[in-house]
């Protein structure tokens, strides 16, 4: 009892730390002036700027002063998210090009040298989701891979892919400027420029994907961390993009080329035809898929490889940790397909497959061994169907990348981990599948990275522990591997090697990852419609 209140009253005085700037200001010289940060409880110190602005839908531009975001006074306010559907118009701004930076304590001493950057791009489907979500304050993670963690914002959703005259990759052109701003400023706080690692879940990931597709962004990063990369939707095509350009275009009140007609709609008017294309993207272009139908396009000029056998890759060499959660589809399965409680009949299964992967996909999957269910039984359906979201947009899609990365491009070492423990997300809270023994849904891996598990369970805080001592570690010498943890292999072409991540398990089961099954006799996506 004693226990569980302290731990309710800690986290209260944390959360008025936060809001509330009454501890110390920090200030540091860099070379576009003053910055203003807080310290944190932790030890770390918080800095909030705006490193880029932009015109709507035009390229954003690199700040060049250090100023607080939305024309704030205060150093200890949080940046406005950028506008977004299911939020009050008050907690966002078209003014959102800004950056959470997490400073650890230096070590006082000659030996200091620089410090590692990590770079966090968060997820949401391109359209949602800030640098002030929930779990991502750095300052822990910041003090345990004694790394400077940069949370950055990029625009979200039309205002940032489909501008109705173009260019259609604006979030893209704010996260090579975000890290470029960073490159400038980093020296001021101990960092370097050539000391960046980029980390990111979900979309997130999906992000750091575009940038290693994109050969203007090589020299901008070192390494890269992806988590829950839904790999199988790949990028959209041109001709993709152009479909639900013109469904966006159309319902807007001004002609595509009518700058000031465009600059005076309101971000609802925005936000609200967009959320329609978003809606009807599956049934516009079947390739858009469910998940994040609006996202970076395969353009040939920024963006220039599928990462994959058919193209080369950028002339890079950077080494990558691939990771998934044991049950990413969870959320997918349990909540959006069939929401509520009740199992799905066994003979949900075979059509369910078909509706989602066309009649020849789906005959190869339901043959096949991996995805058992006897369809007048009374198993539930989601059980295999939750196994094959998980394998099929997620798990195996990374699992194929990882083997390209290292075969096809090289390209320097990829590790491939799965989460087997993980700490629910609040998106998840309300899901029951999600709060059962021993499932991990997409995003429970997120507050175990950041060390921001509320009340961590012993196996939570020793997966923390592990994965930040990893993260320092892939940081510092480009390789996960720490005396005293297990041996993380990397990945080759024949095995990805993948290390359980939390729990008791020695060896992940490979199932239908095998490099014959998805991505050979069953196409992903990005395959299977060619882009
Ligand atoms: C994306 O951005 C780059 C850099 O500004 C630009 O050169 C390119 O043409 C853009 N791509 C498309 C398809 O507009
Ligand atoms: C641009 O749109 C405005 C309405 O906002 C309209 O009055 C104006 O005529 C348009 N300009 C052109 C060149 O079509
Ligand atoms: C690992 O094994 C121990 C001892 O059997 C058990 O108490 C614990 O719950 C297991 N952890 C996980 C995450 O399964």
């Known amino acids: 009892m004693l226990r569980s209140l302290l731990g309710v009253l800690s986290l209260s005085a944390f959360a008025h730390s936060r809001s509330v700037p009454r501890s110390t200001t920090i200030t540091s010289s860099t070379p576009l002036g003053t910055a203003q940060g807080i310290l944190d409880t932790s030890g770390a110190t918080r800095y909030a700027v705006r490193y880029a602005t932009a015109e709507r839908w035009q390229e954003s531009v690199v700040a060049t002063n250090w100023q607080l975001p939305n024309d704030f006074t205060d150093p200890g306010a949080l940046p406005l998210q950028c506008p977004q559907l299911d939020a009050d118009d008050s907690t966002f701004s078209e003014d959102c090009l800004s950056i959470l930076l997490y400073v650890p304590p230096r070590t006082p001493g000659p030996a200091a040298g620089n410090l590692n950057t990590l770079v966090w791009i968060h997820g949401g489907s391109f359209d949602s989701g800030s640098a002030t979500g929930t779990g991502l304050d750095g300052s822990n993670l910041a003090v345990a891979t004694n790394a400077i963690v940069a949370v950055l914002q990029y625009r979200l959703g039309a205002l940032a892919l489909l501008a109705p005259n173009g260019p ?147 002339a890079t060499s950077k080494p990558l940790l691939l990771t998934t959660v044991l049950n990413d589809a969870g959320p997918t399965i349990y909540n959006v397909l069939f929401p509520g409680t009740s199992p799905v009949p066994a003979d949900f299964f075979a059509p369910t497959v078909e509706e989602t992967l066309g009649d020849e996909r789906a005959q190869t999957v339901v043959d096949s061994s991996y995805y058992p269910i006897d369809p007048n039984g009374d198993e539930d359906a989601r059980v295999p169907l939750q196994l094959l979201g998980t394998d099929y947009i997620w798990r195996c899609a990374v699992w194929t990348f990882a083997r390209e990365w ?101 060896a992940v089961d490979v199932g239908a990852c095998t490099p014959s099954f998805w991505g050979d006799a069953v196409q992903y996506d990005y395959q299977f419609y060619d882009i």
Request: negative net charge.
């Open 168 to 314: 259609p990759n604006l979030s893209v052109l704010d996260t090579m400027n975000a890290i470029k701003f960073l490159g400038q400023v980093l020296p001021s706080f101990g960092g370097t420029a050539s000391a960046i690692t980029l980390a990111g879940q979900s979309s997130g990931a999906g992000m750091i994907r575009t940038l290693l597709a994109t050969p203007s962004a090589q020299s901008l990063f070192k390494s890269a961390i992806l988590q829950s990369d839904p790999m199988d939707y790949g990028f959209l095509s041109t001709a993709t993009q152009t479909i639900l350009q013109d469904n966006f275009n159309s319902q807007l009140p001004c002609a595509a080329t009518n700058t000031s007609c465009l600059s005076s709609l309101s971000v609802n008017t925005i936000l609200s035809a967009y959320s329609n294309t978003n809606s009807a993207a599956t049934s516009l272009a079947p390739s858009t898929g469910l998940g994040e139908p609006i996202r970076p396009v395969l353009d040939g000029t920024l963006v220039t490889s599928r990462l994959d056998s058919t193209a080369p890759f950028p």
């Open 406 to 506: 290292v075969g096809n491009g090289a390209t320097g070492l990829a590790w491939v981990g799965v989460f087997e423990v993980g700490a629910t997300y609040p998106d998840n809270e309300d899901i029951p599948y999600c709060l059962e023994e021993g499932v991990v849904c997409h995003e429970d891996d997120i507050e175990i990275v950041f060390g921001t598990v509320p009340s961590p369970t012993a196996a939570q805080a020793a997966l923390t522990l592990e994965i930040q001592t990893r993260y320092r570690a892939f940081l510092e010498n480009a390789d996960p591997n720490v005396p005293g943890l297990a041996t993380w292999s990397p990945a080759t072409t024949d095995d990805v090697n993948a290390l359980p991540l939390g729990g008791n398990a020695t």
